[in-house]
């Protein structure tokens, strides 16, 4: 594994978790869904223009099929998401979309590129899922609604999908070109939200703010890193590591939102911290 990839994964990871933060400053009147295609949308066009910029996009042998397949992924992940969150509650929903997302990585790989993972990942992966159930153990009481546990997996299998494609497509072109490509298209397929719903509050100076930031930070620098980092782990392993999201999204929520956290939450801090760390210290070359 190389020395650097863990971390521009470890950094992706945290630039997703500042996601629920920067919503919390939104308008009240922007619908998630709504937020979810506007960051596509931005983050998609800003990939796109750095690209264009380096002059690094070459269509030469591109993946027809791969990029159609990854950016269906990204773009169903969002709705499958927010929806699972609405439906059958954040904790819940969260914990079964994040927490399923490794497992299914680790089938899919397993499945498509008859890699084994390493027991290393299962250790890591189960002390990380524990430690994602323990910290959200305390956000609200239980209310399991099947159709919200389904959505919640198809946002996990989204999710473990777009990174196994993923992994493909960099072997043989830039990390850059392939998330422009990815995401403008994403964009473009949820792009119809963007006449569903209220649009009105992305011209206002908060929802500026909050677009950029989620647009530019939270999916175009953020992707951009996860597949640069992507080129040299599993992308079990890359799943994994992903789960310093939801790390990150609680810290920010405990020292910018005023949030309150129990003890068992955490001791589930703990254990992410401890998962991740496991994968990181002991994981070999892919």
């Given at each position: 594994m190389d020395n650097k990839a863990p971390f521009l994964i470890l950094i992706a990871a945290m630039l997703w978790g500042t996601?629920?933060?920067?919503?919390?400053?939104?308008?009240?009147?922007?619908?998630?869904?709504?937020?979810?295609?506007?960051?596509?949308?931005?983050?998609?066009?800003?990939?796109?223009?750095?690209?264009?910029?380096?002059?690094?996009?070459?269509?030469?042998?591109?993946?027809?099929?791969?990029?159609?397949?990854?950016?269906?992924?990204?773009?169903?992940?969002?709705?499958?998401?927010?929806?699972?969150?609405?439906?059958?509650?954040?904790?819940i929903g969260t914990v079964v979309a994040i927490g399923s997302a490794p497992i299914l990585?680790?089938?899919?790989?397993?499945?498509?590129?008859?890699?084994?993972?390493?027991?290393?990942?299962?250790?890591?992966?189960?002390?990380?899922?524990?430690?994602?159930?323990?910290?959200?153990?305390?956000?609200?009481?239980?209310?399991?609604?099947?159709a919200g546990i389904l959505m919640a997996l198809g946002a996990g299998l989204s999710f473990a999908g777009y990174t196994l494609i993923s992994k493909d497509m960099i072997e043989g072109h830039s990390s850059l070109s392939v998330s422009a490509v990815v995401f403008t298209l994403s964009a473009i397929l949820l792009s119809p939200f963007l006449f569903i719903f209220d649009m009105s509050w992305i011209v206002s100076l908060r929802g500026v703010g909050v677009s950029l930031q989620l647009?530019?930070?939270?999916?175009?620098?953020?992707?951009?890193?996860?597949?640069?980092?992507?080129?040299?782990?599993?992308?079990?392993?890359a799943v994994t590591l992903a789960l310093a999201e939801p790390l990150t999204a609680?810290?920010?929520?405990?020292f910018m939102l005023g949030e309150k956290l129990n003890i068992t939450s955490w001791f589930g801090i703990l254990f992410l911290v401890l998962g991740i760390w496991t994968l990181i210290r002991f994981s070999k070359n892919p």
């Open positions: 996601t629920g933060t920067t919503q919390a400053f939104a308008p009240k009147i922007a619908h998630p869904i709504a937020i979810g295609a506007t960051r596509l949308a931005v983050g998609g066009l800003f990939l796109l223009i750095v690209v264009l910029i380096r002059k690094q996009l070459n269509f030469v042998n591109w993946p027809i099929k791969a990029t159609i397949l990854a950016s269906l992924s990204m773009a169903f992940y969002q709705p499958l998401f927010f929806s699972a969150v609405s439906v059958t509650g954040v904790a990585s680790g089938v899919l790989e397993w499945m498509f590129l008859k890699t084994r993972p390493a027991k290393v990942w299962w250790y890591s992966t189960f002390l990380s899922i524990l430690g994602c159930i323990m910290l959200f153990a305390n956000k609200e009481s239980a209310y399991v609604e099947p647009g530019i930070m939270a999916t175009g620098v953020a992707y951009f890193l996860f597949t640069k980092g992507l080129a040299y782990v599993s992308p079990s392993t609680t810290l920010l929520g405990v």
